[in-house]
């Protein structure tokens, strides 16, 4: 069963009495852990610690015996086992379905992936039976980013000053579990919950950190702006801190889009300020001016190979070779040349 909108949040609080297995699934790792952290909390009932068993994808794949050992242990205090698998793939596929067709087990089983295709056989089973849930994990952007932010704070009694949500806003990326927990930090700041406090903008520059990572940003305005050398130090910086090269790409791929979207409004009669302000989320304040130079530069033509570039590099980093920081430096490369060009 394909769950989406209000149904998913329907089906976290009260899941279907006929559901034996929950997959998550999707980009946002951060809330697929919310999620899952929720459900085997709500399907513990015992409050026993000891009902649950948590295994990875990859054990199931060498033991498909393991979800069934799994879903029938007895507790050491008598409660119903409550099975978590994680960092799941489409190769244990066969043996989920093979357990679900046995019956399952006593209480639902979740399990959490990474992204998956529409035809991915983990996906196309979960999204196709009655006994089961697929749910979409997707991050929070722009508008649904910022009424997730104005709900929070409300129902904590936490008012938001002036020009505090754009700057909050600008901060914020796309993980729901750091989001929470940078929202959380403010709330407390500001009194706790049930405070009636207030936070101004300045308040939010000070306590947040930048969740997108401040080493990201400096490679993806490094890239579009045509500096190697600052590049290369960015770079450096953020594999040292172990951010993966797909994930570098991805990031770059995100600047580049809007980018790309300002520009095409820019030459289609927008001016580049009043295009750059319907970006959601918005362009940091602190990055305006540089944000603007960068979509005069580049044409729309050129960013839009320059997409093209990145997502050839992501394909290739998928291909399982292990090339993967080779394959980011030279695309990254590449673009930086081109940006230099641009600015001639």
Request: net charge neutral; charged share 30%; hydrophobic share 40%.
């Amino acid at each position: 069963m394909k769950l989406a909108g209000a149904k998913i949040e329907a089906f976290l609080r009260s899941p279907s009495k006929d559901t034996r297995a929950i997959l998550l699934f999707g980009p946002d790792s951060g809330l697929i852990r919310e999620h899952g952290r929720a459900l085997v909390e709500l399907l513990n009932d015992s409050d026993d610690p000891f009902s649950i068993s948590e295994i990875t994808g990859d054990a199931l794949r060498k033991d498909g015996a393991l979800l069934a050992d799994s879903a029938q242990s007895m507790s050491l205090m008598g409660g119903d086992p409550v099975v978590r698998v994680r960092d799941t793939t489409d190769s244990v596929a066969e043996i989920v379905e093979a357990w679900l067709d046995a019956g399952g087990g006593v209480k639902p089983a979740v399990f959490e992936a990474g992204e998956l295709a529409p035809r991915a056989k983990l996906r196309k089973l979960f999204e196709s039976r009655k006994d089961t849930a697929a749910i979409g994990c997707y991050p929070d952007e722009g508008r649904d980013l910022e009424t997730v932010v104005r709900e929070h704070m409300k129902a904590n009694g936490i008012t938001l000053q002036g020009d505090a949500m754009p700057v909050l806003m600008s901060r914020l990326g796309n993980d729901r579990l750091a989001i929470r927990q940078e929202l959380d930090k403010l709330v407390m700041y500001a009194g706790g919950p049930g405070s009636n406090g207030n936070l101004t903008a300045r308040d939010v520059e000070q306590l947040t950190g930048d969740v997108k990572s401040a080493s990201l940003d400096e490679i993806s305005f490094s890239v579009s702006g045509g500096d190697t050398a600052r590049l290369s130090h960015a770079l450096d910086q953020a594999l040292a801190e172990g951010l993966a090269p797909i994930a570098i790409i991805r990031a770059v791929q995100r600047h580049l889009d809007r980018l790309h979207s300002v520009k095409a409004e820019s030459e289609k009669g927008s001016s580049i300020e009043d295009a750059m302000r319907r970006l959601r989320p918005p362009v940091f304040f602190k990055v305006t001016g540089a944000f603007a130079a960068q979509a005069r530069a580049w044409s729309a033509k050129d960013l839009a190979r320059g997409l093209g570039v990145l997502l050839q590099a992501e394909r290739d980093c998928k291909s399982g070779l292990e090339v993967d920081r080779a394959l980011c430096e030279r695309a990254l490369l590449q673009l930086t040349q081109a940006a230099r060009r641009s600015r001639r």
